[in-house]
């Protein structure tokens, strides 16, 4: 029969503060990563504004040859973007798969250090089943939650700067339902973190 028992909730602040130190050993493609993140949001919020300029002063100006200036220009910075897009994502998935690489280094390292009574207490299947979901998951949070988390922080920041000098009374509804949709998110997190656990446990156990 399942263990039907609630799962030891992991202190949240220990777990980020190792993957922080997973994330850490691979700063030389992280710091890079977030450079090209930046360059990429940069060309892709420039690039309304070429339209902008190409209809106001090309189209409606009648200015033909400022047409094919402005679209050579708009050229580049499709090309920026497709190349700081592609090197970011390199980036972040290079070094996650490094980080987790030295994670499956460490945890059978430490497996290895063990006493023999602790394989009296821990079955091989349980351990497998454990190292298989969890190693999965920090793989996923390190390869995609984390690094696409760096890019909508970024971009949220700057929209929040461009909501504010366009129209401070729309940034001011969306800075007081962003604590609700926070909240409303973490719950769900939290949620779904213990049934995994739940599930994990269950798979583990014989029977």
């Not at 209809?55 to 499709?78: F, K, S, T």
Request: proline letters at 4%.
């Amino acid at each position: 029969m399942p263990d039907d028992r609630p799962v030891e909730g992991i202190d949240s602040k220990l777990f980020w503060r190792r993957v922080g130190g997973c994330l850490k050993q691979e700063k030389r493609l992280y710091i890079p990563g977030i450079v090209f993140v930046l360059l990429s949001l940069g060309s892709a919020m420039f690039y309304p504004q070429l339209v902008r300029v190409i209809i106001d002063q090309g189209i409606q100006g009648g200015r033909m040859d400022r047409i094919n200036e402005l679209a050579m220009i708009m050229a580049g910075v499709l090309v920026v973007q497709a190349g700081s897009t592609f090197l970011y994502n390199y980036c972040f998935q290079l070094a996650a798969t490094y980080a987790v690489c030295n994670l499956k280094r460490q945890l059978f390292g430490n497996l290895l250090l063990q006493e023999v009574a602790f394989y009296d207490v821990h079955s091989a299947g349980e351990l497998s089943s454990r190292l298989q979901s969890d190693v999965g998951a920090l793989g996923h949070l390190i390869s995609h939650q984390i690094p696409e988390g760096i890019r909508f922080t970024l971009m949220g920041l700057i929209g929040a700067v461009l909501m504010v000098y366009m129209s401070p009374m729309l940034a001011l509804v969306i800075f007081l339902a962003a604590p609700l949709i926070w909240v409303g998110t973490q719950v769900l997190a939290n949620l779904q973190r213990t049934q995994s656990g739940r599930v994990a446990t269950a798979d583990a156990k014989p029977g």
